[in-house]
């Protein structure tokens, strides 16, 4: 529900005062047609809606959007005084004063008092309605106006919006005088002691209301959060190539954890169709200095896990439970987490709330299908990016490369790395730039699951 005067401008033109004789007054006040509803009113009913007005809080202010042009109109306006040999044709003895008025000429010839909030009662609406009608001017005399009002908003147009704010703000663009209430009783006492009206205003400072900006267009990818580990040292290095290997011991680790049933999005049976979650082995990669061994794991949580599953897979792994990962029968490779690599931190993967348009491979693709006439290598990237869930980068925004495109990036997977019977499919390295910003992690292709066809948000080198 809201409330709403409009004020047509017959002649298209506001001629009010401002606040210094030589300005016009514009954005309009809300107490000038208030005064004018006031000086229209000719009974119970009318004084009752009036009292009704009064009591809200101070009205939006709503003119034509765009820049108002403003003027001034010379006249000569016969005086009240009495003068020996006056020089009005009309008015004998008396005389002609000259009067240098300001006015404004709106964009549009409709300006309205809005408030959104507002439920008048049907009696109430009735009243004011009719008193509205009654109303010949806003402003001055020569200020002809048609006044309406109605239990809704002013149509769609472009509008310039002003609301009352706190005095002081930076964006304010002035103070409106504004009704308040007891200001119809004020104005009626003004009247009979023959006191200006303006005497009994009160001002209220306004804003423009700006539309806040629309979100820039932003793609989340299909995990919701991401779990990392490091190692505990001292333990040697590991080599990137043996990622595969690494994540799928890894995984076998996580799913002892998670109290059965294991969700099957966890242990990537009977989940055809939804994204699985991804347990990767992080490389160090991506700056001047990095060589691609592995820093730590990675567990990808899906952003469409059933809560009750999300629940049962934090708390296997969470509190410390996963402490280690065999990869090798007689090496268990311990883990801590909260470590300061940078390579080790959620953001670095995932690019932070904001998003990232460029990702490049920090292992690479092996994409999902096959190269034949007609369907290029980059042709198998965008479509392993559709299968994983981020949106197509477009034809002109895929780069291939048999080699690494960043820096500590891994080559290719060890031999005998691979789980047995893996489709002998094309493996790529590339650097993708996607429409929008993509929140990660950013995986795709074939063992995409396991850490293969990892991506890294492009930054500048360091």
């Not at 009495?82 to 003895?93: A, E, I, L, M």
């Not at 959060?225 to 990622?243: F, K």
């Not at 049976?269 to 990669?285: C, Q, S, W």
Request: charged share 20%.
């Amino acid at each position: 529900m809201a409330f709403s005067v409009q004020v047509r401008l017959r002649h298209g033109r506001y001629d009010a005062g401002g606040t210094r004789p030589s300005e016009p007054e514009w954005p309009p006040h809300p107490a000038r047609v208030f005064c004018a509803l006031v000086a229209s009113a000719a009974g119970p009913l009318d004084w009752e809606g009036l009292r009704w007005l009064e009591s809200g809080e101070p009205p939006q202010v709503w003119t034509p959007a765009g820049q108002a042009g403003h003027g001034r109109a010379d006249s000569y306006v016969v005086t009240n005084m009495v003068v020996k040999d006056g020089g009005s044709q009309s008015w004998p003895g008396r005389t002609n004063g000259h009067r240098s008025r300001s006015f404004t000429a709106p964009g549009r010839d409709t300006f309205a008092f809005v408030w959104p909030s507002a439920q008048p009662a049907p009696d109430v609406l009735a009243a004011l309605a009719g008193l509205a009608r009654r109303v010949p001017y806003v402003g001055r005399s020569t200020s002809v106006a048609e006044v309406t009002v109605a239990a809704s908003l002013p149509g769609e147009a472009p509008w310039s919006r002003l609301v009352p704010t706190r005095l002081g703000d930076t964006a304010a663009v002035g103070e409106l005088r504004v009704p308040y209430r007891g200001y119809t009783d004020a104005l009626r006492q003004a009247y009979d002691q023959g006191t200006p009206a303006h005497q009994a205003a009160r001002s209220v400072a306004y804003a423009e209301l700006t539309t806040p900006p629309a979100p820039a267009p932003r793609s989340d990818g299909p995990w919701e959060d991401l779990i990392v580990w490091g190692w505990q040292q001292p333990t040697a290095r590991i080599s990137g190539d043996q990622a595969v290997h690494v994540a799928a011991a890894f995984r076998k680790a996580v799913l002892s954890l998670v109290a059965d049933p294991v969700p099957a999005q966890v242990c990537g049976h009977g989940a055809d169709g939804r994204t699985h979650a991804g347990f990767f082995a992080l490389p160090d990669a991506g700056h001047d200095h990095a060589d691609g061994h592995l820093l730590g794991l990675a567990l990808a949580i899906p952003r469409d896990l059933p809560a009750e599953e999300w629940k049962r897979l934090v708390l296997g792994v969470a509190g410390g439970r996963l402490t280690q990962v065999r990869a090798w029968r007689d090496r268990p490779l311990r883990l801590v987490q909260g470590s300061e690599l940078r390579g080790l931190r959620r953001e670095w993967w995932t690019a932070g709330p904001g998003g990232c348009r460029t990702w490049t491979t920090v292992t690479p693709v092996i994409c999902d299908g096959r190269l034949r006439r007609g369907r290029s290598l980059g042709d198998l990237v965008r479509r392993s990016l559709r299968i994983a869930g981020f949106p197509d980068p477009g034809p002109g925004g895929v780069e291939v490369s048999p080699a690494p495109l960043s820096t500590g990036a891994v080559w290719r997977p060890r031999r005998g790395t691979l789980p047995a019977g893996r489709p002998d499919r094309p493996l790529t390295h590339t650097r993708v730039r996607f429409p929008h910003p993509v929140t990660g992690p950013v995986a795709a292709g074939s063992l995409r699951y396991l850490g293969l066809g990892l991506f890294a948000p492009e930054r500048e080198q360091r």
